[in-house]
């Protein structure tokens, strides 16, 4: 085993599993994605470690336990369309596409964008489609989606990404205002309405693009 396929499964043992990630394909994907191809050449050598990864322009990317477990807890099945927001580095996205039957991912960086794309692209991956643009709007010409992930945090989520939701479909979301922000997993139950669920605290950085409510209250 290589030194990068060490790491891979290091990280996959001692970051992913305690964190009660056990779904045995998604560990599978965690296992086969090479993540070392989508971080920065200066941090190449925290491509598995637990921690978070500046990928510049105010973006970041998160510890790899966070994006396993934000797969495991959306429960794709491999016949799903995805909305991906917030593309970054273009890990969440590649993770996704292993279990889903095509991803959109938006990223509001120009050259962001094209680095993930770029990283995509080295890593094998043909199914996501990488595009610029305001996440918080989501991809309406594109939706219903059977699933949204959101790639970072966000005081509240917009019912207009809600609204992209096929019935029964899924979005999860790190949802809050530091110091609690809780991962949050909202259902379609119908055409009006949605349930939500509450799993696990963690605080991570700010999607761009996202409104924050007023701290004052008159």
Known sequence: MNTQAQARFNMVEQQ???WQVLDAQVLSVLSNVPRELFVPQAYHALAYADTEIPLGHGE???PPRVDARLMHDLQLTGT???LHIGTGSGYLAALLAGRAQRVVSLEMNPELASNARNNLQR???SHVDVRVADGSQG???DAP???I???GSVAEVPQALLQQLAVGGRLIAIVGQEPVMVATLFTRTSESAWSSKAFWDHTAPRLQGFA???RFNF
């Open 16 to 18: 992913i599993r305690p």
């Open 60 to 62: 970041m990317m998160l």
């Open 80 to 82: 799903e369309k995805v």
């Open 123 to 125: 890593a094998g991956i």
């Open 139 to 141: 991809a309406a010409s």
């Open 145 to 147: 989606f059977d699933a």
């Open 149 to 151: 992930v959101l790639g």
């Open 212 to 214: 924050e409510p007023s």
